[in-house]
């Protein structure tokens, strides 16, 4: 019997087996690190880990991808130039090789008579001299031009506004703002005075001012970005040096006598890079839609150059008669937005997991 | 034997102020003095907002001081600084920081910060120097050189406040301020801190300015104590002096408030309170007066005497 | 007298489930409280004490899993007569309802965390009342008074129109004080109460609680990492590591005659005044993470004394007397014999001299 009773309730003694040695002393020695770390991994290769695991991000990506390649390639294997014109071949539907054996795609389109009285169904391939094996794989505009390059083509221009959009977040508003925020006082207070200023200025109204001096077109949309687009992004990246600047890690490279460069791109940015890159995925859509929204209003890309925008625009003339003009080009901007939005959110809850829970 | 060394750190009447709005000014520090010696460790002790983390920082220069003079290792550190003296107070004079998540930047490695001092002043000659001197540096506080690829939050609360111990040393300070540097750990991992500091002390033979409000603690490791309320260095003496004769009624309150680990005395001691503003005691009115060797305290000659002669 | 019941805890185990896997919190906790006693739960950080707080207040957090166990908690209902209930096997709405604030009422740590910002003290302090016992609005605003002074407020009429913001932070902890006494609990549970309070203000508001705990006959468990709070407050002491009870005993066995290493390194960690040494006594390395398995005694890889058989079998609740339990392989009678660190042991010395002067 021992001399303390063992007062755990489902202990028992008897079924161990004890070893001759078990009653000795390990001798631990009193050493220091015999701590164990927590194993885990690089930060990046976590954000890695915790994007693959968001499905609606990742086919977000891919398509994304999808879109790129196809603005790349796109105009170059239809055999047809964004401005080749050819009237005789005005509004002709969608016909591609091989679907329209199976009856769609096939060329043909529903006519309604104003009024939607009777309705009846031509083939503008079979009955226009000459176009019997000519393939139009979106159709047609009413100048004859290839729909298929033309949706690339505005593609293409949207992509670049997108970079640009990027590139100017980056330089600009996240430069602007980590300095603002770093230096205070009365360098923020200028500083905030004149953002305020560009804001308050309608994007409208800037690229309105631009035409005057410029021509329309996508350097004129793009200064227009570079004027007022970097402004979000600046307020980011100010709120979240305010925040940082005064933790320890920033005080301790200041007790070394760091630069105020040092600090500011080699201790504060590397903290915050997740959220610029999330803010950056959203400002994209923003930009996209800014240069939709103007070739919509005829302030945009001039003809006979193509953006998503002015497509959609002159396919909503047709909207009525002839659909197919307006699908192509309204599907590849929906799908580029949702994709950037989706591709977005999941980079913001893999590079900052806090932010998924609130 | 005090009197003869010359001091390594000289505070003369620090005064820092901040301003809050136009009309409002926060008089963090007022007219605080005091001296550190080479080797020795100096507590400084005193309740939330009573201005000792403000002066760890003002020495440090992470702010301008409003008024008075510091001197560290003979140079007037307080105002406008050459080249040299600056680059000499930023690799002499060393802090640690409170609490080991934020004082260490998550996206660097761990070599990265420990090196940080290094590679700003430009220490190491080669890049194999600056490699051995973070092993070794690692090392020296327990950590395993191994990991000196792995970020901080692959560490426990104890070993981040190693690294940042490592961080300071490194640059083989004359004077570490050490800011609350335990307040943030576990019981047992604050002694294992503080030993390593003492060990480190010994080696290197450098001079702590310890903050913490933690009395115990500081008894045990300083062999100086500076007592500061509202911004007044209260009373300052050796760390006998303080606790086996103090003066000042803000000092007895704060002594006797400290919980000690012995339930049988714990159960029965009694608390003394003090209320600056009902006591009656103006500390602008203050001035220093000496009790015994280094003991001064904050009085008013008619307070001195009434405190002293109780 | 005998003593009454409230609060049984029996092989309590619960697990939160984290994006990098199963944490096992609590693994096995027994604990008892009887009315009108202090209980306190010490332990380092992560070692489980706050969770089985919160499971005795049945405020578990939504990623919890409670393998088994159960707390079971005795109170007087409205009609006088006792009744026990199964806290874990409650839901939401009924601890809502008839538990939380009305039977078991918490302080946390920080008093503005738990304050709302947007509401008047007296409105704060009234609500509860009101909720649990339609308590008539004038009746209720005449008892928060009362409260306000219990907890030493001076001015309380002033008090109950200020904000919480118009308050220092001694105040306020008084004020959360007052909250949790609104509804005359028969448990209080103090989570760090004083951690984020300065040294003086400390003192006042555990001798605060302790005024009001004999007043009104309550029962109080505190959570701290704090010895000098323990040996202030305490009539037992509940040392957890690592999500275990390793040692449990009335004030003066965990202080004068501790038994379980761990219980040693925590005591000798702390300086007293007198401590004069070179170096502390200390605990080498830090606590386990607990998601993976612990085999064997957890304590082991940072114990000087641990044992052979500490690797293979975690040790069983040794008993030393009615009140002090230990769990560590040293007390059967096979382990050799051992002694204490010196370090502790002058301590005990100095203490226990200490209190005959």
């Known amino acids: 019997m021992n001399k303390y009773q063992i007062a755990s309730d489902n202990f028992d003694m008897d079924s161990i087996e004890f070893l001759p040695n078990d009653f000795e002393f390990i001798g631990n020695k009193p050493e220091e690190h015999i701590d164990s770390n927590f194993a885990s991994q690089d930060y990046w290769k976590d954000v890695f880990i915790r994007f693959k695991k968001n499905k609606g991000a990742v086919i977000g990506f891919i398509l994304l991808v999808f879109i790129t390649i196809m603005a790349v390639i796109g105009p170059m294997v239809s055999g047809y130039t964004f401005d080749q014109q050819k009237i005789e071949f005005q509004d002709f539907a969608p016909r591609v090789p091989g679907l329209e054996k199976i009856g769609v795609f096939d060329g043909s389109e529903v006519m309604r008579s104003p009024g939607g009285g009777s309705s009846r169904v031509i083939n503008k391939y079979k009955t226009t001299e000459g176009a019997a094996d000519v393939y139009y794989w979106f159709g047609t505009d009413n100048l004859g031009r290839d729909i298929w390059t033309r949706t690339w083509m505005g593609t293409r221009i949207s992509l670049i506004i997108a970079v640009s959009a990027v590139l100017i977040d980056m330089a600009i508003g996240m430069s602007y703002g980590l300095i603002a925020g770093y230096f205070g006082g009365w360098v923020d207070n200028i500083m905030q005075r004149v953002l305020e200023v560009v804001n308050s200025i309608p994007t409208l109204v800037i690229v309105t001012l631009l035409m005057l001096v410029f021509k329309p077109g996508l350097f004129t949309i793009i200064l227009a970005l570079m004027v007022s687009g970097w402004v979000g992004m600046s307020r980011i990246a100010r709120a979240q040096m305010l925040k940082l600047k005064e933790q320890e890690f920033v005080l301790a490279s200041r007790t070394f006598g760091a630069g105020s460069w040092h600090i500011i791109f080699s201790e504060v940015l590397p903290n915050i890079i997740g959220q610029i890159i999330t803010n950056t995925m959203f400002s994209i859509p923003n930009a996209i839609f800014t240069e939709a929204f103007l070739s919509f209003v005829g302030l945009g890309i001039p003809a006979p150059q193509a953006s998503l925008g002015s497509l959609i625009s002159s396919g909503y003339n047709s909207f009525t008669t002839h659909p197919y003009q307006i699908l192509p080009p309204l599907i590849v901007l929906a799908l580029l937005m949702l994709c950037c939005n989706m591709v977005a959110d999941g980079l913001r809850d893999a590079l900052d997991p806090k932010m998924a829970q609130m | 034997m005090t009197e003869e060394r010359e001091p390594l750190l000289k505070v003369e009447h620090l005064k820092q102020y901040f301003k809050v709005s136009r009309k409002f000014t926060v008089k963090a520090v007022n007219d605080v003095s005091f001296e550190i010696y080479p080797g020795e460790t100096y507590g400084l002790v005193g309740e939330s907002g009573s201005g000792k983390t403000t002066i760890g920082r003002s020495i440090i220069r992470l702010y301008e001081p409003t008024a008075g003079k510091i001197t560290f290792e003979g140079m007037d550190v307080s105002g406008k600084m050459d080249k040299e003296t600056f680059r000499k107070l930023h690799c002499d004079m060393q802090m640690i920081f409170q609490d080991p998540m934020a004082s260490l930047n998550p996206r660097k490695r761990v070599d990265e910060i420990i090196a940080q001092g290094i590679d700003i002043n430009h220490m190491a000659g080669s890049e194999a120097e600056r490699k051995q001197m973070v092993i070794d540096m690692l090392e020296e506080v327990g950590l395993d050189p191994d990991h000196a690829t792995r970020y901080p939050h692959q560490f426990s609360g104890g070993q981040r406040q190693r690294i940042g111990i490592a961080r300071a040393l490194i640059m083989n300070p004359k004077l570490v301020i050490a800011d609350e540097c335990i307040s943030a750990l576990d019981v047992s991992i604050q002694a294992q801190v503080v030993n390593l500091m003492k060990d480190m002390q010994d080696k290197t033979h450098c001079a702590y300015l310890f903050i913490a409000h933690d009395l115990s603690m500081v008894k045990y490791i300083s062999d100086r104590i500076g007592v500061l309320h509202l911004g007044h260095m209260v009373e300052t003496g050796t760390r006998d002096e303080i606790f086996d004769n103090p003066i000042h009624p803000y000092t007895k309150s704060l002594l006797s408030a400290i919980p000690s680990p012995n339930p049988k005395v714990e159960k029965k001691r009694k608390y003394m309170t003090y209320n600056y503003y009902e006591s009656g005691i103006d500390y602008d009115k203050g001035m220093e007066h000496l009790v015994e060797g280094t003991h001064t305290v904050l009085a008013t000659d008619e307070e001195f005497q009434k405190w002293t002669n109780a | ?357």
Not at chain 3, 109 to 115: A, C, R
Not at chain 3, 227 to 237: C, F
Not at chain 3, 279 to 293: A, D, F, H, V
């Open chain 3, 1 to 357: 007298m005998a003593r009454e019941k409230i609060m049984e805890v029996r092989d309590l185990s619960i697990s939160f489930k984290t994006t990098t896997g199963i944490v096992n919190a609590i693994r096995g906790v027994d604990m008892d409280l009887y009315r009108g006693e202090t209980v306190a739960i010490v332990g380092e950080s992560g070692s489980g004490k706050s969770v089985t707080a919160k499971a005795m207040m049945g405020i578990l957090a939504s990623n919890s899993i409670v393998n088994s166990g159960t707390v079971k908690f005795t109170y007087n209902d409205n009609g006088g007569e006792s009744k026990t209930v199964d806290i874990l096997k409650m839901s939401k709405n009924e601890i809502r309802r008839d538990i939380n604030g009305k039977h078991i009422a918490m302080v946390f740590q920080d008093p503005m965390t738990s304050l709302d910002p947007t509401m008047t003290i007296g409105k704060q302090i009234t609500e509860s009342m009101i909720w649990h016992y339609k308590t008539p609005k004038a009746e209720a605003e005449a008892k928060a008074l009362e409260l306000l002074e219990l907890v030493g407020i001076t001015d309380p009429e002033k008090r109950m129109k200020n904000y919480p913001h118009q308050l220092s932070g001694g105040m306020r902890q008084r004020v959360v004080i007052a909250i949790a006494m609104a509804c005359d609990p028969d448990l209080l549970i103090c989570d760090e109460p004083t951690t984020a309070l300065d040294v003086t203000i400390q003192a006042r508001i555990l001798e605060l609680i302790k005024d009001i705990q004999v007043k009104k006959n309550i029962s109080v468990i505190y959570i701290t990492h704090d010895l000098g709070v323990v040996a202030k407050v305490a009539d037992y002491v509940d040392v957890m590591y690592a999500g275990k009870l390793v040692e449990k005993g009335t004030v003066d066995e965990i202080f004068y005659e501790p038994r379980h290493p761990y219980t040693w390194g925590l005591l000798s960690a702390m300086p007293d005044l007198d401590t004069r040494d070179d170096r502390l006594y200390t605990i080498p390395g830090s606590p386990p993470t607990l998601k993976n398995e612990i085999k064997g005694d957890a304590f082991a890889p940072r114990n000087k004394y641990a044992l052979n058989i500490d690797t293979r079998i975690d040790p069983p609740m040794f008993k030393m007397s009615d009140t002090h339990y230990a769990a560590t392989w040293l007390l059967d009678d096979r382990a050799p014999t051992h002694d204490m660190p010196p370090e502790i042991k002058g301590r005990i010395e100095r203490m226990l001299k200490e209190e005959n002067k």
